[in-house]
């Protein structure tokens, strides 16, 4: 019900909600001078199309979730409060007409103070015997007590997540798709873990309450479903950073809920690829003066090398079904 609703509700606004962006951005999201040739006849495209998915998940999830659960109002503050800070990089590159937007650090600054927020309420809402602490896949008793360092790992995870999902949304459905796919994973890693049965036949550390994300997780899919119907080649909407950062980070946050975050590296493979591409080029450029990609993040090295923008995304897509599969069966090889 949960994805039935996200998918309605985005369906029914998604029109409208485009008809005012556009009347609203006269020329569309800026787009980088350095960039693929390809993407100069993309110019007029609207932006904040992450509009569209947070308002789908967020009354999906407020009809279908217990409001009395924490971990419910912390992944939605997450998804919120980065969603607001993607809007305001959104509006600033409109206003201004560059690609620059909001500065680095007061980005970094917002992700730091909403994160360090729902970190803390997170570890209050976990068991006393996880609060702090990570359980690395693939054994079944093993946990790593972090103390006060547990903060400063989940702002890496939650940042992390947030920024390399908006690194990977370069192409018009490459990163909506691996978001959805993240996402159905984590609902059913977060139903496995919080169930009694399940968790104990699977070897997992039991989080209770973490079964209810399995319908924020469902709204999320249901909203990127109904996004992509207007964000597939040739985009009608891009998602922009109000979605990226938002998706991103709720991503994040799920994975420090459940006790997973590991395995979002592998789940989320993808995203860490196409970051690790853009580190790996910023310090060959810095260090030797010379480029390893063509151009980073990655997948605008494959379309300097003349790939089509359909093979990349859909090859791209490929890559995360097989990494979301190899994420899963981690709760079972232990």
Not at 133 to 162: E, M, T
Not at 246 to 251: E, N, P, S
Not at 267 to 288: N, P, R, W
Request: proline share 4%.
């Amino acid at each position: 019900m949960s994805i039935g609703t996200a998918l309605i509700i985005c369906f029914l606004i998604a029109k409208p909600m485009i008809k005012w962006l556009k009347s609203k951005q006269k020329e569309g999201q800026p787009i980088r001078e350095d960039g693929p040739e390809s993407h100069f006849k993309k110019a007029g495209t609207p932006t904040m199309g992450g509009l569209m998915i947070l308002i789908s998940v967020c009354i999906s999830t407020l009809l279908w979730a217990d409001l009395s659960n924490p971990f419910v109002w912390y992944a939605l503050l997450i998804m919120v409060g980065y969603g607001a800070i993607g809007f305001a990089d959104d509006y600033l590159k409109l206003t201004k007409r560059n690609t620059k937007g909001l500065s680095g650090r007061i980005k970094i600054l917002a992700q730091i103070i909403i994160g360090t927020v729902v970190t803390v309420g997170i570890m209050n809402a976990l068991p006393a015997d996880l609060s702090t602490h990570v359980a690395p896949p693939f054994f079944k008793d093993v946990l790593i007590n972090l103390s006060w360092f547990f903060i400063p790992w989940s702002l890496i995870v939650i940042i992390g997540a947030s920024n390399a999902v908006n690194l990977t949304d370069g192409l018009d459905g490459l990163a909506i798709v691996p978001v959805a796919i993240a996402a159905g994973c984590f609902g059913l890693i977060a139903y496995l873990v919080g169930h009694v049965d399940f968790s104990q036949y699977l070897y997992l550390h039991r989080v209770p309450g973490t079964e209810e994300l399995a319908i924020i997780c469902g709204a999320v899919i249901g909203g990127a479903m109904g996004f992509l119907w207007y964000n597939a080649p040739p985009a009608a909407i891009f998602m922009g950073d109000t979605g990226s950062l938002a998706m991103g980070g709720f991503l994040g946050a799920v994975s420090v809920m459940t006790k997973h975050e590991i395995v979002l590296a592998i789940i989320g493979g993808l995203f860490v690829v196409e970051t690790v591409s853009v580190i790996v080029q910023v310090v060959s450029f810095k260090l030797t003066g010379k480029r390893v990609f063509a151009m980073a993040p990655l997948h605008h090295h494959f379309e300097k090398k003349g790939w089509s923008e359909p093979t990349i995304v859909i090859r791209f897509w490929i890559i995360a079904v097989i990494l979301a599969l190899v994420g899963l069966a981690t709760l079972k090889l232990r």
